[in-house]
Structure formats: C-alpha cells, structure tokens
C-alpha cells in the first residue's frame, strides 16, 4: 500500500473550521538552557552553517533558508505566504522547492529500494538526490550541494569555499584542528588539497546538523514521552480506547485535548503510518523523529506563485511548463544499482511525483523577536508541502465575508481530510465551495490513505493541537 507523506495531517475536522474552538498560540517560549557542549568537529559545522562569506557574492549561509527560530526552514513571511521558494544570493534567481527543516534530519540513512515494500528510503532533499551513494552520508552529501549551487549560494568551484573558510575566517585555526583530527593530517598551505578539505566541510555541517543543539528533543511532546517511557508504556501504542491510561504520564505536560489528539494521531487518522512513533537513536532511547525516510505523492496542487516558473532558461528551460517529478525525476537521470540487480532508473515510473516525508517536529513553530525574547506569533507566516502551496495565514475574501484559518496547519489539513470530496475544497465556511486543484502530477498519487478521511471536528481539532506540543524550547543563535 502507498505510503502517505501527509499523515500527518489526518485529523482534519477542520473541513468545518469555525466549528472548533479558536487555536490559542503557544505560549512565550521559555528562556532557553545553556546549549549542549559541542566537539570541535560539531563546533566547525556551526561556525560554517552561520557564516554568510561562504556564497558568492558574500551575504548567504546555510541559516538564512534554514533559520532555527522557524523550526529550520525559510523564515520570510513574505516569501513564505507567496512562491515559498527562497531566494539565492543572487536574488533573482531561485530554485523549485521551498527549504525542508534541517533538524532531525540526521537518520535518513542511505537511499536503499526495500524489495518487500516496494518503496524508496532514505537520502536527502525533497527528491532524494543527496543519496549517500558517493560519501556514505546522505547528509554530508547534502550539507555541500547548496555551495555550488548556482541559484542558491552561487559558488563557482569547491576552492572558493575551502579558501574563505581556511584561510579567511574566525574560526579558521578550528579548521585547521579538526582537519588534524579527522585526517591525521597538517594542511599543507602551499598545496591545498581541496577535495578533502571540502569533505571535511561537509561532515562538520552534517555534524553540527545532527548535534543535541539542532536536534534537542525538548518540546513538551518529548516531556511526556519521557515520563511515559520510563513507567513502561510504549508512546507508539496509544490508542483512541487506551489514551486515558496514558493520562497521568502527560499531568502538566500535555493537556487531555493534546493528549487526545495523539491518540488519534496514531489511531484512526492513522498518521503515524509515515510520520512514525517509533523510537529513534541507535539503541531506541530517544523520542520520535516523526518520518520515516519514505516518499509519497499526496497530490499537491501546483504552486502558481512558485518563482522557479519565470527563471531564466538556462535555469529553468520548461518555463511555465516545468512539472515536478520528484523522486522519479531524480531517478529517471541515475544509473546506480538496486539490490535487486535492477537499476534504479527503472524503478522512476513508480516514483513519478513523489516527495520526501518531512518531520512534523516545530511543524507550527511561527515566532518573532519581542526585543527580550523570541515569543509566538500568529502573523509569521509557514508554508507547507514541497512547494509550499499551504499556508499557516490562509486567508480569503468573500464581498463582505472574510475568513482566517484559525490554526496554522488548518490549510493543509482541509486537503488531507477532503482532497477527494466534490465540493469540499477550500474554504470550509463557504457557503459554495469549489473543487481542489489538480494535482501537479497524478501518477502514483496516494489514493488510500488520504483524499476522503470523514474526520469531524472533534477528532480534527484535537490532532491540530497535539502538532502544537511538538515544537523545540530551546533556539540555538550564531556562534
């Protein structure tokens, strides 16, 4: 059975939103603890994820479309609410898919064909094409892809990179220790041997990415998660029939209706099928990451407003007619080898469409900074899906009827409960509705786990809440 990218907006009541009660945002986060230490290795990864002197022109760092204040990921509003696509440092020009969260990112192993499923797991980026097939690290082969990137930080060869970190930073001296560490090796300044030194690059921002700073697993589900595991009780079995018994785990944590909506979460609404429960860490002693490296095809509409359209065609030489393929159009161009013996070109028809599962850790994060503290804010505005076609701020006029969304995930969760009900599309509280888009590509399109949920508003409204509880207390700021 097709896996669904979008479990994790099952619980869609909302097809009647006003119905609900009005969402209160979360409250002001906490002062935040003192970070976890770093190794020298993690530490370099930071200094390099912050500095904007890596691009070409200087101006651009890996933070800028993966800002941790907004759960890793674009954090401008006013691109988020439109294409959602951000910018490169040459701000005229743009890639095709809005910015994945670069959290929790660290177990995607790499890319495998599982022969029982039938399915594609693992690598980095919405396609894939971070594979792990070259560095054995799907993330590292990640980290490096944005430098030579020309549409986002704009480098021309691997030497740029390697020089400006080297031999014209703060941290340059770091560089040169972990350099010692990780090779055993003194740089050798009259004769830089830039291949390795762009691979240590690689695995420090991969470290850094994996580190208990990014990865801190202290939102309040975690809070609960502990207290639970520690009695005995297992997260991943709870039940709509056995939540209660899970109540005394979540006192002052998590209130009944969060509590209730993980249970729908993973029970009828069955969003833990791809946005799993399953412990993570290499001995399972850690909560959930919520994804499990698969890729599905929800049927997203087309993003109009997506500035990859209207790029030069050099860039883009579909134009308006570019179509996204995703995993499948990544694999269609591959020649590497499944574990069946066939390759995994063969296997791009199957895949046509496809999108990697996100995380939905700091899924509804929208802060801003009060002048003390980072606090929520309802106007910052997300954006979801690979494309970012939903939004936290949806908003529509009707003549003299005008209607906000009353939670930040209600958009996209309205498509996952009615992508296949005539005259259920968007907006609920209209008196006429219309249809949803056509999908971008219909191919392999998840037409048994999402499209047609009958979820009524309270099952929806709970499961809305409990993706509240899943954003991090702690922001890491710039070394």
Known sequence: MEKSIGRLFMALGLAFGLMFNVWQPLSPAEAAPDPPALTDLELLGKHLFFDT??????????????????????????????????PGVIHTRAGNR???????AGESPVMYYDEVKGLIFGGMFWDGRATGWTLGDPLQEQALGPFLNPVEMHNPKEI?????????????????????????EMIDHGKLDVDALYQVIGKAIAAYERSDEVNPFDSRFDEFWRAATAAGFKVEDIKQSNWAGYKPYADGILNDTELFGLAVFNDQAKCSTCHVLTPSGADGNKPPLFTDFSYDNIGIPKNPLNPFYTQPRKINPDGELWVDQGLGGFLAATTD???????????????????????LRNVAK???????????????????GHNGYFKSNFQIQDGSFSFTQIHPLQHIMHFYNTRDVPGQGWPPPMPVRVPWPDPEVAANMNT????????????????????????????????
């Not at 022109?57 to 759960?71: E, L, N, Q, R, W």
């Not at 809005?98 to 929790?104: D, G, I, L, Q």
């Not at 080898?337 to 390759?343: C, Q």
């Not at 503290?373 to 910052?380: A, G, I, K, R």
């Open 160 to 184: 740029k990179v390697v020089v400006m970190a080297l031999l014209r930073s703060e941290y340059a001296d770091l560089f040169e220790q972990v350099y010692w560490d990780e090779t055993g």
């Open 53 to 86: 002197n890596l691009s070409t022109p200087p101006g651009m760092s890996c933070a800028t479309c993966h800002d941790p204040k907004v759960g890793w990921t674009g954090p401008n509003s006013e691109i988020n609410a439109a294409g959602a696509v951000m």
């Open 337 to 359: 080898t499944a574990s069946d013996g066939e390759t995994y070109a063969s296997k791009a028809l199957g895949n046509y469409g496809k999108h990697k599962v996100p995380t």
């Open 448 to 479: 048994t786990e999402l499209g047609n949920l009958g979820l009524n508003p309270s099952l929806g409204q709970p499961v809305l809440q409990f993706l509240s509880t899943l954003s991090d207390t702690s922001t890491p700021t710039p070394p």
């Open 98 to 104: 809005k910015p994945p969260s670069a959290a929790y």
């Open 366 to 384: 929208r802060v801003k900074w009060n002048g003390t503290e980072w606090v929520d804010d309802p106007e910052c505005v997300r954006a979801y």
